[in-house]
């Protein structure tokens, strides 16, 4: 018990080792706040996770001790447990304006035009040819002071960054949350900068959140889900004035529009876990009990047997960054591209002692069999196109060639002048007699950075980027998807969803935030220049515009007409972006190297024979968590 009680102190109160379990403390001043003008984290004179004295806040005292499960039974249901996690702090005496004041000068534009870059002119009137450059400097420097502007503290620590700062608008919704993918180009940005304890922090307590039961409508999903959001409450202790408490309290996608789980968190939170331990060299985050555990339960939700016939991972439409009805129901690429990823991630990760030995040989069935179907079934070129347009239908037989009985009238006309000779893509979605043809950058990207995509496959996406640059960045990169939904198709698959209007939002909207992702599979492919004449292209107008969420129309010219200003991870794709290509080296902590195994194994697939003899299958093994 007293390993248990030491792991749990460590997490609640500052996420690092501790020598004394009898207070929480912290020299921290940090907590949350909330202005008139919208959502702001600010800084307060005083403020501390500590211990109360009193005898009728002793029951509050464990609450934020023992909230957490023994780490031996992570996951398991318990009727005690509470609903959110709670941390006291001492009510400060006065809380500091200056994060906002300067948050405030940017957005009213009182710049320093010295440091702004603007001026024109070095100190004897004449034009400086360093004057581009420090312009540019000055947005990164605009994007760093933003960023952190956005950052949440709880019990005085540092575990988030809230989706957007936006004091211009006074609907937050949930823009005011930490969310999962939302925070991983933040987490990024920080390592990059070599501040670690709050990707540390972020990947500790969204772990604690893991173990909560979630229900909606009386049912609950699998164990192992990580939650979309979660939010940073403070509030009074007990109605008492001298005290107050910082309480997360998550979404697990029951409060979500659609009421969708999010499928990509978890994957997500094994990204950013790997990264962290190839940034700081620190693997004891990785190795502790309960992020083991973690690593496992996701797993085992994903590798979890079920009706499907394919490797791919089944979702519903909404469980990704495309979070509305878009069609991406089934099994879209995004989800596959970040699945692979977590595979290979989770596979380094696990310690060989604690990993059974039926998990580690169903990930790496399921990698080869992932890796193979993607490739074959969702790679599509002119040779392929014309391989599709052929195809022969109802072939009923072990070797057919149209495995999915794809009809060829389903090859769209746009595809049919849109696809270049030098260059294919994966398409976003396959299905018996469903092929979606429409090309998505954050699926195709981490293909690229997951080694999901085959070297040759690899260079021929970004061959496509730079033949069809003018749809795909246009005047802002990144088209999410192309080409958009229009007219009845719009209406039949988005529902009329006003928010998805044609070329606007998920549906064929420019989000800055793609650049971070087109940067590392840019670096990983030795072309680096793709990924810089993207930012060139975002930094004519990224800024001036207050780092909108996204763009609409077909080149991505206006400002999206329900966008968010200084959303947050379009200041950190961007800032990502810009660390990444000044030192290209770093990117390895994020790329996934295919193992040599895999291509063995890969190879072996190809030159099987179609009609090999179908055995009956053993009784499956349970894995061990």
Not at 43 to 59: D, V
Not at 421 to 443: E, T, V, W
Request: net charge neutral; aromatic share 10%; glycine share 6%.
């Amino acid at each position: 018990m007293a390993a248990t009680s030491e792991t749990v102190l460590q997490v609640l109160c500052n996420a690092g080792p501790s020598k004394s379990h009898t207070r929480l403390s912290s020299n921290k001043s940090n907590f949350l706040g909330l202005s008139k003008h919208g959502f702001n984290s600010v800084r307060a004179k005083g403020s501390s996770c500590t211990k109360i004295e009193s005898s009728r806040h002793k029951n509050h005292r464990r609450i934020c001790a023992f909230h957490i499960v023994d780490p031996v039974h992570h996951g398991s249901n318990h009727n005690d447990r509470f609903r959110s996690l709670s941390c006291k702090c001492q009510k400060s005496d006065s809380v500091t304006d200056v994060v906002n004041e300067e948050l405030n000068r940017k957005i009213n534009g009182k710049i320093d035009p010295l440091l702004d870059g603007n001026l024109g002119t070095n100190g004897n009137g004449a034009f400086s040819s360093v004057l581009p450059n420090a312009d540019i400097d000055s947005k990164e420097e605009e994007a760093w002071e933003l960023l952190r502007a956005s950052m949440v503290y709880y019990c005085g620590n540092p575990v988030g960054t809230i989706a957007a700062n936006d004091p211009s608008d006074s609907s937050i919704l949930n823009y005011d949350q930490v969310f999962i993918r939302d925070f991983i180009p933040s987490g990024i940005a920080f390592l990059l900068k070599g501040e670690y304890d709050i990707v540390r922090n972020f990947i500790l307590h969204t772990l604690q959140l893991q173990s909560w039961e979630k229900t909606v409508d009386c049912h609950s999903p699998g164990q192992g889900l990580m939650p979309a959001s979660f939010k940073v409450r403070t509030v009074p202790l007990d109605g008492d004035d001298s005290a107050t408490e910082d309480i997360l309290d998550p979404d697990f996608g029951e409060a979500a529009i659609g009421r969708v789980a999010p499928v990509d968190s978890g994957l997500w939170w094994i990204i950013l876990l790997r990264a962290y331990g190839k940034c700081t060299g620190d693997l004891s985050v990785q190795e502790r009990i309960d992020v083991q555990t973690g690593i496992k339960m996701i797993l085992k939700l994903c590798l979890a047997d079920g009706f499907d016939m394919f490797p791919t991972l089944l979702v519903t439409d909404g469980s990704c960054m495309i979070d509305r009805r878009m069609g991406i129901h089934g099994h879209p690429l995004e989800i596959q591209a970040l699945f692979y990823s977590a595979l290979l991630s989770a596979r380094e990760m696990l310690t060989r002692e604690d990993a059974s030995a039926d998990l580690m040989t169903a990930l790496s069935n399921r990698l080869v069999a992932l890796s193979f179907h993607v490739r074959e079934y969702y790679w599509v070129d002119m040779k392929k196109l014309n391989e599709i347009y052929r195809y022969k239908t109802e072939e009923y037989s072990y070797d057919a060639v149209n495995k999915f009985n794809i009809y060829p009238d389903q090859i769209p006309p746009w595809l049919v002048e849109w696809m270049p000779n030098k260059g294919g893509y994966m398409i976003g979605n396959l299905q018996p007699a469903h092929m979606d043809f429409r090309f998505f950058s954050l699926g195709n990207l981490w293909s690229i950075v997951s080694s999901l995509a085959t070297s040759e496959q690899s260079h021929a996406i970004l061959d496509l980027y730079e033949a069809k640059w003018g749809q795909l960045v246009g005047d802002m990169p990144l088209k999410i998807c192309y080409p958009a939904l229009e007219e009845q198709e719009w209406r039949i698959i988005t529902g009329s969803d006003p928010k998805n209007t044609p070329w606007s939002y998920h549906n064929g909207g420019s989000w800055p935030t793609l650049l971070w992702q087109l940067t590392v599979a840019s670096i990983k492919m030795n072309r680096p220049e793709i990924a810089e004449n993207a930012v060139k292209v975002a930094e004519r107008r990224i800024a001036k515009d207050k780092w909108p969420e996204y763009y609409d129309t077909k080149r991505g010219r206006f400002i999206g007409k329900q966008a968010r200003l200084f959303q947050t991870w379009s200041i950190a794709g961007y800032i990502v972006a810009k660390q990444l290509l000044a030192n290209p080296d770093a990117a390895k902590m994020l790329v996934n190297i295919e193992d040599m195994e895999l291509v063995n194994a890969f190879s072996c697939m190809l030159s099987a024979n179609p009609r090999r003899k179908r055995s009956r299958k053993g009784l499956n093994q349970s894995f061990i968590i």
